[in-house]
């Protein structure tokens, strides 16, 4: 959006019961995020988006729902959330 909050542009990220985005992280210069079904147990895609043009770029899917992730910058690993947070993974 712009100042006056007008849409510039408008992205899509998710397939079929993937729709539910989680916990985003910004790296400095893409945004991470986490697009899952919306049920514990699931699936989940994760998406790398370059800030500025909003190019979408899907990184991998995971056998469960992730929802939220963040970008170790030092290491350059993404660490990741399931349901509820019972379990990390990097």
Request: hydrophobic share 35%.
């Amino acid at each position: 959006m712009d100042k006056a909050g007008k849409l510039q542009k408008d992205i899509v990220l998710g397939e079929g019961d993937m729709y539910h985005p989680g916990g985003i992280d910004f790296d400095g210069t893409n945004v991470w995020v986490p697009v899952a079904q919306y049920r514990p147990n699931s699936s989940s895609i994760v998406y790398r988006v370059d800030a500025k043009s909003l190019d979408v770029q899907k990184q991998f899917e995971v056998k469960d729902h992730f929802g939220g992730i963040v970008m170790d910058k030092q290491t350059g690993h993404l660490i990741g959330n399931t349901w509820g947070s019972r379990r990390f993974a990097e």
